[in-house]
C-alpha cells in the first residue's frame, strides 16, 4: 500500500484544501495518509516551512502547495 504524507501547519488555509482533495480520493485509490504539523518541529520547519503544504508519496515529495487530483491519482497508481 502506497504512503501519502503531508507536512501542514496550524492555520494553512491551503493546506485544508490539499488534505481535503487528499482525503476525497483517499478510499477509492487506497493508500495511507499520514498528516505530520511542522509548528513543534524546528528541523521540518526549517525545511519545508515556506511550501507547506509538502505532499509525499512513499517518502519523495511529490507537490507543494496544491494538489492536483489527476496527477496525483496518476502517481498513486504507478
Same mark, same amino acid.
Given at each position: 500500500?502506497?504512503?501519502?504524507t503531508?507536512?501542514?501547519?496550524?492555520?494553512?488555509?491551503?493546506?485544508?484544501?490539499? #488534505?481535503?482533495?487528499? @482525503?476525497? !480520493?483517499? *478510499?477509492?485509490?487506497?493508500? +495511507? $495518509?499520514?498528516?505530520?504539523?511542522i509548528d513543534?518541529?524546528?528541523?521540518?520547519?526549517?525545511?519545508f516551512g515556506?511550501?507547506?503544504?509538502? #505532499?509525499?508519496?512513499? @517518502?519523495? !515529495?511529490? *507537490?507543494?502547495?496544491?494538489? +492536483? $487530483?489527476?496527477?496525483f491519482?496518476?502517481?498513486?497508481?504507478?
Amino acid at each position: 500500500m502506497r504512503k501519502v504524507t503531508v507536512f501542514s501547519r496550524t492555520g494553512c488555509h491551503l493546506c485544508e484544501i490539499a #488534505i481535503d482533495k487528499i @482525503n476525497s !480520493i483517499k *478510499d477509492e485509490l487506497n493508500f +495511507d $495518509l499520514e498528516i505530520k504539523l511542522i509548528d513543534a518541529d524546528a528541523e521540518l520547519e526549517k525545511e519545508f516551512g515556506e511550501q507547506v503544504p509538502v #505532499i509525499m508519496i512513499d @517518502n519523495k !515529495i511529490h *507537490d507543494y502547495w496544491r494538489v +492536483d $487530483l489527476d496527477r496525483f491519482s496518476k502517481a498513486i497508481k504507478s
